[in-house]
């Protein structure tokens, strides 16, 4: 029962006209970069953090969550369309998506996609809202010992699955603690790694860093290569899929949707492993795998429910622990505190409007993107043919324009600039930024909880440990740790490991 | 990989440099956390974190010189392969020489010389439309911003914007 009047309470703050705006803003800024290649979900939140200084916390959060979850609608279109994943939860779409397409199923692709989307999407809200309050209550017990030991298991996790050698992407974790700890010692106030400059006093501010390794960084490896689009040009008809494709895909989407939203709670999981976990997982159990990489419509349903539920599931941590599970809630972590809020345990008791009122407006959001992704598809298709060579010097200057009003400070555009740079030296040397963001969010905190819990243990390690919720998570973390040097799992890590910065 | 384009002990190995640069990154943390203070066991000092921090990188960084060395990697210039290369460079320059102009010149006058190079360097957009969206889009973005959402953009030594 008070689930119900709580939902109420929320869609009461969701359809405010102003919450609906934003979120229709976020929702189509979503489909908008998850169509578009070259650009996703990071990149188009780091461009527009600076806007949720605007408005009150409710919209500028509702509007970043909307960018995330649209971007798993659009990018299915360009899979299918044009064979380039428009974001990297949507790689795995391309086999059996564009082959449809090739084949003249563009429509019934396009509708599976959406509709399977549709399904996971609220089938992850409803789990979102009877688990996130649960989780709460639960982890109002943890100490600062499990706070340290989760935070450790999602950078590790994320390492794990981050493309390329394990020791790189680690090295970069150490570099986002690294980085993360620049400024004021949250607990002496001894200025660090500021070699004596004023503007770094505060630290290095979220916003010119992730502008930097996601959206001039990317701008300069889309420049190396002249984009070539094989877009589908027939009429897109019968977006319905068949009775046929129905009967074909109920299994896929359900399991795709229940997959995917365990996958999305994991730190360091997130909508692309879950999409490839489902893939694998359709193509094991079909009686026909064969099929697939041809055209099956069930390679198109699983994932794409799957990458849904996900994004959904990746709320969960960050709502209940104030942990995100991966960059792109990184990112929403940031909008938060940017808003004077720290979501944790107590944000469903102290803030009920902004928590029911986010999982509200996702509901909402999720019939706008039906409705911007089934009837209003032919406008996603004429947007593919948006000439790159105008578009990349746009998106440099609102990164310029991005940074500076974030701050009102040209140091940090400075410092936006100098991290485009080393981000594309890092991409093209094999280092991914995705670790680096995780752990540059996540490492003051870690810092911050590991100093408490050694300080209250009065130096005994052993309490990591000790502590059941602890010394699981260490322990899973360190199996991660060790796993790649086992050359069957190092194997296993090769094929699931993925550019989540895509 | 060929021979040529895959390295072990040689200058040109990517993996190599990558490794070492993470060294002499990991040497430098590990020495600012010493700097700094790293307290005790039961009281840990500002330097603490940044100290054992710079050890494991040190040790992530040896694994990869180690692997540099036993496995091989690419060559430096097997990274720019088949690439143009000399588009990324071309917008590196132009955002460096941005960044030293946006203060003494001003958002207007260093942006508007921005898009217009980017425009011509990535994949020349004609003149006819380079010029128009070069100025248009920083001097709307300038109006929008600093009349209708009063944020004030750097005006420069000259005053403009």
């Given at each position: 029962?008070?689930?119900?009047?709580?939902?109420?309470?929320?869609?009461?703050?969701?359809?405010?006209?102003?919450?609906?705006?934003?979120?229709?803003?976020?929702?189509?800024?979503?489909?908008?970069v998850?169509?578009?290649?070259g650009?996703?979900?990071?990149?188009?939140?780091?461009?527009?953090?600076?806007?949720?200084?605007?408005?009150?916390?409710?919209?500028?959060?509702?509007?970043?969550?909307?960018?995330?979850?649209?971007?798993?609608?659009?990018?299915?279109?360009?899979?299918?369309?044009?064979?380039?994943?428009?974001?990297?939860?949507?790689?795995?779409?391309?086999?059996?998506?564009?082959?449809?397409?090739?084949?003249?199923?563009?429509?019934?692709?396009?509708?599976?996609?959406?509709?399977?989307?549709?399904?996971?999407?609220?089938?992850?809200?409803?789990a979102?809202?009877?688990?996130?309050?649960?989780?709460?209550?639960?982890?109002?017990?943890?100490?600062?010992?499990?706070?340290?030991?989760?935070?450790?298991?999602?950078?590790?996790?994320?390492?794990?699955l981050?493309?390329?050698?394990?020791?790189?992407?680690?090295?970069?974790?150490?570099?986002?603690?690294?980085?993360?700890?620049?400024?004021?010692?949250?607990?002496?106030?001894?200025?660090?790694?500021?070699?004596?400059?004023?503007?770094?006093?505060?630290?290095?501010?979220?916003?010119?860093?992730?502008?930097?390794?996601?959206?001039?960084?990317?701008?300069?490896?889309?420049?190396?290569?002249?984009?070539?689009?094989?877009?589908?040009?027939?009429?897109?008809?019968?977006?319905?899929?068949?009775?046929?494709?129905?009967?074909?895909?109920?299994?896929p989407?359900?399991?795709?949707?229940?997959?995917?939203?365990?996958?999305?709670?994991?730190?360091?999981?997130?909508?692309?492993?879950?999409?490839?976990?489902?893939?694998?997982?359709?193509?094991?159990l079909?009686?026909?795998?064969?099929?697939?990489?041809?055209?099956?419509?069930?390679?198109?349903?699983?994932?794409?429910?799957?990458?849904?539920?996900?994004?959904?599931?990746?709320?969960?941590?960050?709502?209940?622990?104030?942990?995100?599970?991966n960059?792109?809630?990184?990112?929403?972590?940031?909008?938060?505190?940017i808003?004077?809020?720290?979501?944790?345990?107590?944000?469903?008791?102290?803030?009920?409007?902004?928590?029911?009122?986010?999982?509200?407006?996702?509901?909402?959001?999720?019939?706008?993107?039906?409705?911007?992704?089934?009837?209003?598809?032919?406008?996603?298709?004429?947007?593919?043919?948006?000439?790159?060579?105008?578009?990349?010097?746009?998106?440099?200057?609102?990164?310029?324009?991005?940074?500076?009003?974030?701050?009102?400070?040209?140091?940090?555009?400075?410092?936006?600039?100098?991290?485009?740079?080393?981000?594309?030296?890092?991409?093209?040397?094999?280092?991914?930024?995705?670790?680096l963001?995780?752990?540059?969010?996540?490492?003051?905190?870690?810092?911050?909880?590991?100093?408490?819990?050694?300080?209250?243990?009065?130096?005994?390690?052993?309490?990591?440990?000790?502590?059941?919720?602890?010394?699981?998570?260490?322990?899973?973390?360190?199996?991660?740790?060790?796993?790649?040097?086992?050359?069957?799992?190092?194997?296993?890590?090769?094929l699931?490991?993925?550019?989540?910065?895509? | 990989?060929?021979?040529?384009?895959?390295?072990?002990?040689?200058?040109?190995n990517?993996?190599?440099?990558?490794?070492?640069?993470?060294?002499?990154?990991?040497?430098?943390?590990?020495?600012?956390?010493?700097?700094?203070?790293?307290?005790?066991?039961?009281?840990?000092?500002?330097?603490?974190?940044?100290?054992?921090?710079?050890?494991l990188?040190?040790?992530?960084?040896?694994?990869?010189?180690?692997?540099?060395?036993?496995?091989?990697?690419?060559?430096?210039?097997?990274?720019?392969?088949?690439?143009?290369?000399?588009?990324?460079?071309?917008?590196?320059?132009?955002?460096?020489?941005?960044?030293?102009?946006?203060?003494?010149?001003?958002?207007?006058?260093?942006?508007?010389p921005?898009?217009?190079?980017?425009?011509?360097?990535?994949?020349?957009?004609?003149?006819?439309?380079?010029?128009?969206?070069?100025?248009?889009?920083?001097?709307g973005m300038?109006?929008?911003?600093?009349?209708?959402?009063?944020?004030?953009?750097?005006?420069?030594?000259?005053?403009i914007?």
């Amino acid at each position: 029962m008070d689930t119900l009047v709580n939902v109420a309470h929320g869609f009461g703050v969701a359809l405010l006209p102003i919450n609906l705006l934003y979120c229709f803003i976020g929702v189509f800024i979503g489909t908008l970069v998850g169509v578009l290649p070259g650009i996703g979900p990071i990149s188009a939140m780091s461009l527009l953090l600076p806007v949720t200084l605007s408005g009150t916390p409710e919209s500028g959060i509702i509007m970043m969550a909307g960018i995330y979850y649209g971007s798993m609608y659009g990018g299915s279109t360009t899979s299918i369309l044009v064979n380039i994943p428009g974001e990297a939860a949507s790689v795995v779409t391309c086999i059996d998506g564009h082959q449809m397409a090739k084949q003249g199923r563009a429509g019934p692709a396009l509708g599976i996609s959406a509709f399977g989307s549709f399904a996971a999407g609220t089938f992850a809200l409803i789990a979102l809202m009877l688990v996130a309050p649960k989780l709460a209550s639960i982890a109002i017990a943890f100490g600062p010992a499990e706070y340290f030991s989760l935070m450790a298991l999602g950078l590790v996790v994320l390492t794990f699955l981050t493309q390329g050698s394990m020791p790189k992407a680690l090295l970069m974790a150490c570099i986002g603690v690294v980085l993360g700890l620049v400024g004021l010692d949250s607990i002496t106030a001894q200025p660090r790694l500021t070699f004596g400059r004023m503007e770094l006093i505060d630290g290095i501010g979220l916003v010119p860093v992730v502008m930097g390794l996601f959206g001039v960084a990317e701008v300069l490896l889309n420049t190396e290569q002249a984009i070539k689009r094989d877009i589908i040009n027939t009429r897109i008809t019968h977006l319905l899929p068949s009775k046929e494709d129905w009967k074909a895909s109920a299994g896929p989407v359900g399991r795709g949707t229940i997959l995917g939203f365990f996958l999305g709670i994991l730190p360091g999981g997130g909508a692309v492993v879950a999409s490839f976990a489902s893939y694998a997982l359709e193509k094991r159990l079909s009686k026909t795998p064969e099929r697939f990489g041809q055209g099956a419509i069930e390679g198109v349903a699983g994932p794409e429910s799957a990458n849904n539920a996900a994004a959904g599931g990746a709320f969960i941590p960050l709502m209940t622990l104030g942990i995100p599970p991966n960059v792109v809630m990184a990112l929403l972590l940031g909008a938060f505190v940017i808003h004077g809020l720290q979501p944790g345990p107590l944000l469903i008791t102290q803030n009920p409007g902004l928590f029911w009122g986010i999982v509200a407006s996702m509901y909402i959001g999720n019939v706008m993107l039906l409705i911007l992704n089934l009837p209003m598809i032919g406008m996603w298709v004429q947007l593919l043919k948006l000439p790159y060579n105008i578009l990349f010097p746009l998106i440099i200057l609102f990164t310029i324009l991005g940074v500076y009003c974030s701050s009102n400070n040209v140091f940090d555009v400075h410092v936006m600039i100098a991290f485009g740079i080393i981000g594309y030296f890092m991409r093209k040397l094999g280092y991914e930024p995705a670790p680096l963001v995780l752990a540059f969010v996540l490492g003051p905190m870690m810092e911050n909880n590991l100093r408490k819990s050694l300080i209250l243990s009065q130096g005994d390690l052993w309490t990591f440990v000790q502590r059941p919720i602890s010394g699981v998570c260490l322990t899973l973390a360190l199996v991660l740790l060790i796993a790649p040097l086992l050359p069957s799992l190092r194997k296993k890590r090769e094929l699931v490991a993925l550019d989540e910065g895509a | 990989m060929s021979n040529q384009t895959n390295v072990k002990l040689r200058l040109s190995n990517s993996e190599l440099w990558g490794g070492l640069i993470g060294l002499a990154l990991g040497g430098f943390v590990i020495w600012s956390g010493l700097k700094l203070r790293l307290g005790t066991i039961n009281d840990p000092g500002s330097g603490y974190v940044l100290f054992y921090t710079g050890i494991l990188m040190c040790v992530f960084a040896g694994a990869i010189i180690v692997s540099a060395v036993t496995e091989g990697g690419p060559t430096l210039a097997s990274r720019w392969e088949n690439v143009r290369w000399s588009k990324p460079l071309l917008v590196i320059a132009c955002l460096t020489a941005f960044s030293f102009a946006l203060e003494p010149l001003g958002f207007l006058l260093s942006s508007i010389p921005l898009m217009l190079l980017l425009l011509r360097l990535i994949d020349p957009v004609r003149w006819t439309l380079a010029v128009p969206i070069a100025v248009l889009v920083p001097s709307g973005m300038w109006w929008v911003l600093k009349r209708l959402l009063l944020i004030q953009l750097p005006s420069g030594l000259f005053g403009i914007g």
